[in-house]
């Protein structure tokens, strides 16, 4: 199985502040990689998939970079709705993977 | 708009059986596969399985945790998914949830609401 690991578990960060979270893979996955927001007692969310491609309605601010093992999603100016969970996964293969995830809280 | 609703959780005993359904709306159901996830209390996602689309045989794949017990399957005339569950332990209590999974990168695109299963004696 494909291992993901998000880091960090979890950052304190003010509105407005720029946010990057980091996702790594055990083995390459290609751009296989997919970013998922969760708020608490709500379903996740698509935010980035293909590594790199907003998903249809996300805000610009968010961003994903990264191919191979090693990948980032952006936060450019982080607003008062992105405190949430935010979980990378892999589709490059069966399991589907995904990171231990990164809370975002307020500082 | 794309619609996923779970329905069928509930409580119930470790090693009795239990089927989710996910009904689907405002997309073309035969073009998707279809994928479950599950979350257990205050924990992360976990990947559960999926069925493919006809024209690919309909074939389906597992998380280890769950094959053997667990089977997806698919009513394109009622554009519904189930989820089977059998032989339940308490692991398995978790919020399950349905979703459509484009073929563009295998992306789940669109979730459904969820629905509680809790395993307990």
């Known amino acids: 199985d494909i291992q993901m690991t998000q880091s960090p578990s979890s950052l304190s960060a003010s509105i407005g502040d720029r946010v990057t979270i980091t996702c790594r893979a055990s083995?390459?996955?290609?751009?296989?990689l997919n970013w998922y927001q969760q708020t608490p007692g709500k379903a996740p969310k698509l935010l980035i998939y293909?590594?790199?491609r907003l998903f249809s309605g996300v805000p610009s601010r968010f961003s994903g970079s990264g191919s191979g093992t090693d990948f980032t999603l952006t936060i450019s100016s982080l607003q008062p709705e992105d405190f949430a969970t935010y979980y990378c996964?892999?589709?490059?293969?069966?399991?589907?993977?995904f990171g231990q995830g990164t809370t975002v809280a307020i500082k | 708009e794309v619609q996923l609703v779970e329905s069928g959780g509930g409580l119930l005993k470790p090693g009795r059986s239990l089927r989710l359904s996910c009904t689907a709306s405002?997309?073309?159901?035969?073009?998707?596969?279809l994928s479950w996830f599950r979350q257990s209390p205050g924990k992360g996602l976990e990947w559960v399985g999926f069925?493919?689309?006809?024209?690919?045989?309909?074939?389906?794949e597992y998380a280890a945790s769950v094959k053997g017990r667990f089977t997806i399957s698919r009513d394109d005339s009622k554009n519904i998914a189930y989820l089977e569950m059998n032989s339940l332990k308490t692991e398995d209590t978790a919020i399950y949830y349905c979703?459509?999974?484009?073929?563009?990168?295998?992306?789940?695109?669109?979730w459904g609401q969820g629905t509680l299963v809790t395993v307990s004696s």
């Open positions: 293909a590594a790199t």
């Open positions: 405002g997309f073309t159901f035969t073009d998707y596969a």
């Open positions: 979703t459509r999974e484009h073929s563009y990168g295998y992306r789940s695109d669109y």
């Open positions: 083995q390459s996955i290609g751009s296989y």
């Open positions: 069925i493919r689309i006809e024209a690919y045989g309909g074939t389906t």
């Open positions: 996964q892999q589709t490059y293969s069966v399991p589907r993977t």
